[in-house]
């Protein structure tokens, strides 16, 4: 199974927030997209679909504990690391993908083909293709198991 088998499942509008953006601005879009992670993109670039980095609840928490009030103030580029985006292609594999985002100790993952941002993956979707993936692979053979146990009676 491949990321891109995620993707053709999920709806194809990514929630991104600008770099220059509050930590408030970036909050409220979470909360009225009902998700927990913004991609971020660079205010500098006008063309195109770059990601720079990923703001995630836990940095609006982060700013929170470590700024007080003031953290709301901040902009979303004093909290993100943007030296090493982790992302993968659509081509990659759910293992690979969930390789990732265990080392790398993160819940979502940008998907990028040919420079540009074209979907998000998260843990919860690649757990849930798992699982979708088992049930599929059992449900012939349980079905098999009570075909044989209820001649048997």
Do not use: W
């Amino acid at each position: 199974m491949q990321v891109g088998d995620i993707l053709r499942k999920k709806a194809a509008r990514v929630a991104t927030v600008r770099m220059n953006e509050t930590v408030a601005i970036a909050a409220q879009l979470m909360r009225s997209g009902n998700i927990s992670a913004l991609v971020v993109k660079d205010v500098v670039r006008t063309e195109g679909n770059t990601a720079v980095g990923m703001f995630t609840e836990r940095d609006v928490v982060r700013a929170i504990a470590e700024h007080g009030a003031a953290g709301a103030s901040m902009k979303v580029s004093q909290l993100i690391s943007v030296q090493q985006l982790v992302s993968c292609s659509a081509m990659d594999t759910l293992e690979h993908a969930r390789h990732l985002m265990t080392e790398h100790h993160i819940r979502h993952l940008p998907v990028i083909e040919n420079y540009s941002l074209i979907g998000v993956i998260s843990i919860r979707d690649v757990s849930t293709a798992f699982d979708e993936a088992a049930s599929a692979t059992a449900t012939p053979f349980a079905a098999e198991a009570q075909r044989v146990a209820l001649s048997a009676t």
